[in-house]
């Protein structure tokens, strides 16, 4: 296999990943709300509101998806490389300081209890349709799948790699269904804070990559560059960690 | 009405969440991709200058909200 094929398999490998952890995330927090919805108020009403959420997002895919192809490759490799290192960044700077104790980790026990504390509050369901039930499943599932869309189209499309990112970020919702269904309760066991720096470091990289293409300003080994950026966003990363929890331990001294 | 503020808003924070870190890196992209290339740099340092520069801000960033906190 030569280095241009090597780096194309490792850039598609890399963006199946990317697109699978990002969703996993994404799709455990979706899942966290409809249980919550589905546990008070019935699973008609939540998962015809999922479904709902589900179809809009198919139909913005239709809409927006075709639009791209009509944008010229270096704008769309700068604007999309913006777009990832500015998500990616922000998830891996959120990851570091979970992991470094100045914020909290992200609970999906506590959101659980949260969410079906405010459904009961809200009175039980009348009639036939329960708006508060439909709504609730619908947003979650709405708001938590665009960023699932952002991410699949943006680690894909610059790099024609739209299929394996497709591929994984499917790969994540099955898994998460059957995980779901399986256990009936918040996947609270997923490591979710690991994932977040994972996908961080990933897309972070992926950002940085396609802003230098896009800029027309070379990478030493081409596509391979891309394996160097993700070594050097999770050095950076176990680095702030160290460096965060350095300086609260010198500020309580 | 609410419920489209609530999707902005939702689309904006997936991009932003610190507003100074997101503007040091947009500054920092915007210099590396148009000032960069103007300096006596060697023409393969410029991409992984650009990486490097978003590194020290997440470092920095992560350093003082640590403090701060």
Same mark, same amino acid.
């Given at each position: 296999m030569d280095m241009i094929?090597?780096?194309?398999?490792?850039?598609?490998?890399?963006?199946?990943?990317?697109?699978?952890?990002?969703?996993?995330?994404?799709?455990?927090?979706?899942?966290?709300?409809?249980?919550?919805v589905g546990t008070v108020r019935g699973w008609r009403p939540a998962?015809?509101?999922?479904?709902?959420?589900?179809?809009?997002?198919?139909?913005?895919?239709?809409?927006?998806?075709?639009?791209?192809?009509?944008?010229?490759i270096t704008w769309l490799q700068l604007i999309v490389g913006i777009l990832l290192l500015l998500f990616g960044m922000r998830w891996?700077?959120?990851?570091?300081?979970r992991s470094a104790g100045i914020i909290a980790l992200h609970d999906e026990v506590a959101i659980y209890a949260k969410e079906t504390k405010s459904l009961q509050i809200d009175?039980?369901?009348?009639?036939?349709?329960?708006?508060?039930?439909?709504?609730?499943?619908?947003?979650?599932?709405?708001?938590?799948?665009?960023?699932?869309?952002?991410?699949?189209?943006?680690v894909g499309s610059t790099g024609d790699a739209l299929v394996p990112a497709a591929i994984g970020a499917s790969a994540a919702l099955l898994l998460v269904i059957v995980v779901g269904i399986a256990v009936h309760r918040p996947l609270a066991r997923v490591?979710?804070?690991?994932?977040?720096?994972?996908?961080?470091?990933?897309?972070?990289?992926?950002?940085?990559f396609w802003i230098g293409e896009g800029a027309g300003l070379p990478w030493p080994g081409e596509d391979l560059a891309i394996i160097g950026l993700i070594g050097g966003f999770l050095i950076t990363a176990l680095l702030a960690i160290q460096i965060a929890r350095r300086?609260?331990?010198?500020?309580?001294v | 009405m609410g419920w489209i503020n609530a999707a902005i808003g939702q689309l904006f924070s997936l991009f932003v969440d610190d507003v100074w870190f997101s503007l040091g890196i947009i500054a920092w992209i915007?210099?590396?991709? =148009?000032?960069?290339?103007?300096?006596? !740099?060697?023409?393969? #340092?410029?991409?992984?200058?650009?990486? =490097?520069?978003?590194?020290?801000?997440? !470092?920095?960033?992560? #350093?003082?909200t640590a403090r701060a906190s």
């Open positions: 094929s090597l780096g194309i398999t490792t850039s598609s490998a890399t963006v199946a990943i990317a697109a699978f952890l990002a969703s996993v995330v994404e799709f455990v927090e979706a899942l966290t709300i409809v249980l919550a998962l015809i509101g999922a479904g709902a959420g589900a179809a809009l997002l198919v139909v913005l895919v239709a809409i927006f998806g075709p639009l791209l192809s009509a944008v010229p891996l700077r959120k990851a570091v300081l009175g039980p369901p009348t009639g036939r349709w329960d708006p508060i039930a439909l709504i609730t499943s619908f947003k979650a599932v709405v708001l938590e799948g665009l960023e699932v869309i952002f991410i699949v189209i943006a490591p979710e804070n690991t994932l977040k720096l994972t996908v961080g470091v990933l897309l972070s990289a992926f950002g940085v300086s609260t331990v010198l500020e309580e | 915007a210099f590396g991709t =148009l000032q960069l290339p103007k300096l006596p !740099v060697g023409p393969g #340092w410029d991409a992984p200058l650009i990486f =490097l520069g978003c590194a020290v801000i997440l !470092v920095f960033s992560t #350093w003082r």
